[in-house]
């Protein structure tokens, strides 16, 4: 059966092929053959297969050069083997392709992420990391990467046949992703100025940066990398790549048909947008005109819409300019670009402008002008904004600051700014437009636009300072704000200075009644604060939809803003302060001291409290510092390298210079090698700098001063560098404080919430405690909402040399376990504290030629203390003992005397002890009268006693007789004992 369906389908086959019609001249088309080893490649004619067979092609045809490329604007004639011109209509980038429609991934990308394990990563000791949810994602108009815990890698392999450039445009806004850019050629080498571009510079947002990178001939490699550094907090917003263009490539046979909304002449490289109001089709050479009166077009349109009716929501209401008289009235005005149709039925009309009324006052510390309208007041002088401005009382001073709480025009030091992916997105460039009471984010705006309004500060009259474990307060900004959303709006305050870059302080998103905001600023700097406002959140805002203005009604509205303790503004008041003596102008008091309340005069503070505020009132205004520190001079808290704690005396000046130490080795999985540097100072004015030799943000500062910091370090790499076989330097990057402030110095394992991991805690066994010194950044970030800690703990080890040892705790071997708190451990003989007197060890030596040498030694648990140890020195030998020794002597001679004296009297009455028991023991075993008793110690009686003998006439007779009259003389001695018994003549004495 299958060798009959076999047959069939030959024989169909056969067929088929017989049936196929002659080909014809248009039926073929060109190819080139691979290059030979001459360098050339054949032109051969091939006609479209399946369609026709046999025919005529055009003979082969032979071109020596294998790599040719024409410029943008031309074409590869492969017919004539030439170069031409782009027809109308069309565009070409000559050697050259570009790519920014991204509704997948195009042919030559490839994407791919691997878990990267930072030490900012809160999770990092919680099993893997899940890296689905990351990586290069196509989103129609634009790639994203959202970085997170995985290092995204977007790569693009292309063949330039000639010297030639990658494009790309992004937008970069989220400074916890690292983004890098590198090319590489055949054998993965970096090109020669890679450090200059490897890491594209922050964007503001909303905006789309531009770069361009020159590329070698030959084979290159591509990479688009991210990284997430911080996994808390808010949703990180993505880095985005909208389009890609590289230029170089081989020819192209043919020019591209300009799209839809754009128009082209001749040898062009490029296609326009046709204006507002025209429209064309794909590969159109002109625009059309749309019919004004009934048709719009915005602009890059198509095709022409049909003007809908007036609405209500196609006007929005101002207030006119303040006139010389003061007055001002409603204002109606269309939004642009206008669409609406007036003359339809039903369409509403333009309201007429509103009856004069009077202006609303001045801000405070502003008064009116004409022309200008509202203005500051000069210097030295004060209005609440209703009055005029007037000089403020002798023995006062203004008190400058930023107070908006009326929008009839846009304030001083105040600009507002839209951007949006279409020109025609912003329907002024100004986007923010005043109301009054308020000033909202405007109407007529695509959904995609992205409106700011900033202030620009020129600093503030605090002084930046850290007291008792909390910043000082420089200065403060407040506002009051509404946002009426019907969908996923986002609003955010942000700040950018010149010691840091932009950083977003908060974000708030959907709908929101009434806020009020404040924020406390503890960096005296120059800073721009800005508002910024967006429809719909960042995923849908490059999203192609039916409508641009779909949620044209919601916007953001803000109250109020307030920005206290200013360099400049206006002053609403008046604040007393000293009076000089021969001047009629305010003083501040002398550092160290504030002002009384009742009677202005300066008096000084306390020791060790430092004053911050320019006008200090009360004595409240005088801060203590934290234990172990010292303010000698009332400005700063320090700590001595010479410092007391605990009645304890220690010198740390041998230890005093910044200290450098490298963190564990760390590796991505793809086996790239990285490790922290960290860099610590531990007393006096010694700050320690972490720098980078390599930065990724625009505006950011190329080292970092602080107490303690650290830096991010990747080593050098052979067969890396800007030519083969050589090396690449070691990049230094994200740096970053890990301690600005020292809050204290103390024993205790706690101080201000912040405690000394338990791994560094000693035991209460030892002899010595160690010392912790306690440092703080209070800086927010995501990662860390309450900013950075770290704990230095000195310990005494006298066996430790020169500086000592620092080291990391083992269940933490980067120095944190959490990303937010460090721990250090420095052993050193340097922190042993001194010795006291009394603590020293006198030693005598021999006597030599009547002198004797005395040496002082230290024990183990303290130091020799310095300038006050005693040197070594001779005395003159002594025969005589001191009198101390001779009183020791004396009374041991006189104890063993006593106990002498007292031990003869013991064994002299033991001995007659003794003596009576053996007589008892004798009058127990006596038998028929006689005794048998031991041998006696002596015969002799003691003086004083007699021999007694009593005689009886009549003798009892017996034995038993004789044992019941036996008895022992009452006197008893240490001679013979003598029994009494009754002598007859009958019984001899014997």
Known sequence: ???????????????????????????????????????????????????????????????????????????????????????????????????????????????????????????????????????????????????????????????????????????????????????????????????????????????????????????????????????????????????????????????????????????????????????????????????????????????????????????????????????????????????????????????????????????????????????????????????????????????????????????????????????????????????????????????????????????????????????????????TFELSCTSDCEFAFMEASTKKGVTVLQRWTGAQARLYYSYLITRNDSYTFSWAFQKVSWEKSYQKTGSSRLFDSDMAKVFNINVTNTIDGGASSCLPCPQAPASSGCIPCPAGHYIQRNTTECTHCPPDTVVTDPLPYGPEACLPCGPGLTAPDHLTCIVQCRLAVDNNTYDLTNISSARSMMGSTLFTSSGTKFYHMFNISLCGNTSVTCANNVTFMEGEATSIVSRVCRSTIVPGMEGASVGRGGRMRAVATQSVTLGDHLVGVTTNATLMDITVIDEFRQSNSSHNKDLHFFYTTPMSTRACPDGRTTTVTLRCDPDETGQGRVTLPRQCPDGTCDGCNFHFLWTSAHACPECHMEDLIVVHGECEGGQQKVHYITPNHCRAPSGIMPHRHYVPCVTRLPFMVEMIVLSTVSVAMLLCLLLFCLWKKNQRLEYKYMSLVAKASSKDGMMELPRPESCALDDGEEEEVQYSKNPPRGILSKFRQHKVAPTEGRGLLMESVTLTSKDPMT
């Open 1 to 479: 059966m299958w060798i009959y369906l076999m047959l069939l389908s030959v024989f169909g086959f056969q067929s088929h092929v017989a049936s196929l019609r002659t080909c014809q001249p248009e039926d073929f088309h060109y190819e080139f053959t691979e290059c030979d080893s001459a360098g050339g490649r054949w032109r051969v004619s091939v006609p479209e297969p399946g369609v026709c067979q046999g025919g005529v092609s055009s003979p082969p045809k032979r071109t020596e050069d294998c790599s040719v490329s024409c410029d943008p604007g031309w074409y590869f004639d492969v017919s004539e083997l030439v170069c031409a011109v782009c027809p109308n209509g069309t565009y070409s980038l000559g050697g050259g392709v570009h790519y920014e429609t991204w509704d997948r991934l195009p042919e030559g990308f490839s994407s791919y992420t691997e878990a990267f394990r930072s030490a900012f990563s809160v999770s990092r000791r919680h099993g893997e990391v899940d890296c689905s949810e990351y990586g290069w994602q196509t989103k129609g108009d634009y790639l994203a990467s959202k970085g997170g815990q995985c290092a995204s890698i977007l790569v693009y392999t292309v063949k330039l046949v000639k010297p030639g450039a990658v494009r790309y445009t992004y937008q970069y806004t989220n400074e916890d992703i690292i983004f890098e850019f590198e090319a590489q050629d055949e054998e993965c080498q970096s090109l020669d100025d890679a450090d200059d571009y490897k890491f594209p510079s922050i964007t503001r947002e909303g905006q789309w940066v531009t770069r361009s990178v020159k590329l070698k001939s030959g084979p290159n490699v591509l990479h688009w990398k991210t990284i997430g550094i911080e996994t808390r907090g808010s949703p990180s917003r993505p880095v985005l790549i909208k389009s890609i263009q590289i230029s170089g490539v081989a020819h192209s046979s043919e020019c591209s048909l300009c799209p839809e909304g754009t128009f082209s002449g001749p040898g062009a490289s490029q296609c326009q947008e046709c204006p507002e109001g025209t429209y064309a089709p794909r590969g159109a050479s002109a625009c059309l005109p749309c019919d004004p009166v009934t048709e719009y077009a915005p602009k890059g349109s198509a095709t022409c819409l049909r003007r809908p009716p007036c609405t209500s929501q196609d006007y929005y209401e101002i207030d006119s300019a303040c006139d010389e008289k003061n007055q001002t009235r409603a204002v109606y005005r269309w939004v642009e670009p206008r669409v609406c149709r007036e003359q339809m039925e039903g369409s509403v009309s333009l309201p007429p402008s509103g009856e004069l009324k009077t202006c609303p006052p001045c801000n405070p510390g502003m008064h009116y002008t004409t022309g200008p309208g509202c203005v500051f007041c000069g210097r030295k002088e004060h209005s609440d904004g209703v009055s005029p401005c007037r000089p403020c009382p002798p023995s006062t001073a203004p008190n400058y600051g930023y107070q908006y709480q009326w929008w009839t025009a846009m304030p001083p030091n105040m600009a507002a700014t839209c951007m949006s992916a279409d020109d025609m997105g912003c329907s002024d460039l100004d986007g923010w437009q005043v109301g009054g009471d308020h000033i909202h984010s405007g109407r007529g705006h695509a959904d995609d636009a992205y409106l700011v309004l900033s202030l620009k500060v020129g600093g503030f009259r605090g002084r930046e300072g850290f007291v008792s474990g909390r910043p000082m307060e420089v200065g403060r900004i407040s506002f």
